[in-house]
């Protein structure tokens, strides 16, 4: 299997512009995750999936960032308007059912720089 | 709010010498405790997984174990390379939600 797929690797961008980042889970996981990792703060979760559904979002730390999934195989975190302390790696998750007893599976991330 | 703390934050040793990662966490009632190497640049790979009602873990020159009760965690490198070099992060699972520590940066000196 080819893993957790993010694009893009490396975005800079100015403030006050739209970021979509975009993840493509491993084939057959149900459970997606999208992460936040900042050397103050470390690694938090942001949001969480289940069958394509939004089970939890109270990480997202203000209106301006949104997350959706369409499809079993598509998600996205959009970030509008970005401001510079976005900046961060973005990492996008997946497993199966859940964390409780299935390996976690990250994608190599998305590290935004907003100037 | 689970805590997960892990010490020291930074280790440099010769290669060869055996590592020992030690991870601490306030709430013991978790699903399991993974561990996580990552590379700089690079996402996190899990190495390790322990179930709740299991006490140790092992794969090749890695051992974890598992204390529940004490809220404590050891992970083992046997024999460290310098391909061992990265950051290692624990996390604890409480229902689907992973809390992470903040990491122990290895350095292995050939």
């Known amino acids: 299997d080819a893993g957790v797929i993010q694009s893009p690797r490396h975005e800079v961008t100015e403030m006050g512009q739209e970021v979509t980042l975009r993840c493509k889970p491993i084939s057959g996981h149900n459970s997606l995750f999208w992460y936040r990792q900042t050397m103050m703060r470390g690694l938090e979760l942001l949001i969480y999936?289940?069958?394509?559904?939004?089970?939890?979002d109270s990480g997202m730390p203000e209106d301006r960032f949104s997350a959706k999934m369409p499809n079993a195989s598509f998600s996205t975190l959009k970030i509008q308007p970005s401001e510079p302390r976005d900046s961060a790696v973005y990492f996008c998750?997946?497993?199966?059912?859940?964390?409780?007893?299935?390996?976690?599976?990250f994608g190599e991330g998305s590290w935004l720089t907003v100037v | 709010k689970q805590e997960v703390t892990q010490i020291p934050a930074a280790l440099s040793v010769p290669e060869g010498e055996n590592l020992v990662l030690n991870c601490s966490f306030t709430?013991?009632?978790?699903?399991?405790l993974q561990w996580f190497r990552q590379d700089p640049g690079k996402g996190l790979t899990s190495l390790l997984l322990?179930?709740?009602?299991?006490r140790e873990q092992t794969s090749g020159r890695l051992n974890a174990s598992l204390d529940k009760s004490s809220g404590r965690s050891t992970l083992y490198i046997a024999a460290s390379q310098p391909g061992d070099s990265a950051t290692y992060l624990c996390a604890v699972t409480d229902d689907y939600k992973l809390s992470f520590g903040a990491g122990t940066t290895v350095t292995v000196r050939a």
């Open positions: 999936f289940n069958n394509n559904v939004p089970i939890d």
């Open positions: 998750a997946s497993s199966l059912a859940g964390h409780s007893g299935n390996t976690i599976y």
């Open positions: 709430d013991s009632a978790i699903y399991n």
């Open positions: 322990i179930q709740s009602s299991q």
